[in-house]
């Protein structure tokens, strides 16, 4: 069936490092494909989305381009701040009116 | 931006009893919400598309009858949760997709409900 795989976390970086979290998916069509950000005791928000291939989704300074070729979505930011640790969820749907199937999320705890 | 509340934010219950949460969407009307429950550390897993007018539709092992939904209007969805025990305890999401004239059919968010049984 269709799925969503990050990387596991903690992941701890110092301000201002650069980010990466992995992200692949398996789905037998072309879905689009989000991420969300859940900050400490609150509901999901959406980040960034793309919709077809080559497509890059980007906001608040964080990017990430649907490749097909690799079934990736990797999410990236250049320099983090304290105020993006969260926890931070990779998913997929095929249409608008699907249903979102998410990764495991990954947490990101970011030091001063 | 579009905005969906969910109350209460925390409860607190005894074992036996039942608990109602509920899920609105204040500028916007969802014909569709979506139940998710979430584990700690782990993520979101759908139980159920409400559906407003008709019956939800369950996912593969959630129990109906124990997660009773009810999607009355275009702006509110209840998930009840009956008998509660204590392997119930859990974080509650809903989410309502913005329908209708304008609507981008975008997915929005509740803030979540943490319900701990006692």
């Known amino acids: 069936g269709d799925s969503v795989t990050q990387m596991e976390g903690p992941v701890t970086l110092s301000e201002e490092a650069f980010l990466t979290i992995n992200c692949t998916y398996t789905a037998t069509g072309y879905p689009s494909l989000f991420w969300y950000v859940q900050y400490p005791g609150e509901g999901l928000q959406l980040l960034l989305k793309?919709?077809?291939?080559?497509d890059k989704g980007s906001n608040k300074g964080f990017e990430a381009t649907y490749r097909k070729e690799t079934t990736s979505f990797h999410l990236e930011k250049g320099s983090v701040q304290v105020s993006d640790s969260a926890v931070y969820f990779c998913?997929?749907?095929?249409?608008?009116?699907?249903?979102?199937?998410f990764g495991q999320g990954t947490e990101l705890s970011v030091k001063p | 931006g579009a905005v969906v509340s969910q109350h209460p934010s925390r409860v607190i219950c005894k074992s036996g009893t039942s608990v109602k949460i509920e899920c609105r969407s204040l500028d916007f009307q969802a014909t569709t919400m979506f139940w998710y429950r979430q584990f700690p550390k782990q993520s979101l897993m759908l139980m159920a598309t409400?559906?407003?007018?008709?019956?939800?539709?369950?996912e593969q092992g959630v129990e109906k009858d124990k997660f009773l939904i009810n999607h009355a209007s275009l702006t509110l969805s209840t998930l009840t949760v009956t008998s509660a025990h204590p392997e119930d305890s859990s974080f509650y999401i809903c989410s309502a997709r913005a329908e209708g004239l304008g609507g981008t059919g975008e997915l929005f968010f509740g803030e979540g409900s943490r319900l701990t049984v006692l």
């Open positions: 793309a919709t077809k291939a080559d």
């Open positions: 998913a997929l749907i095929y249409n608008q009116g699907g249903k979102l199937i």
């Open positions: 409400s559906n407003e007018g008709s019956k939800a539709t369950y």
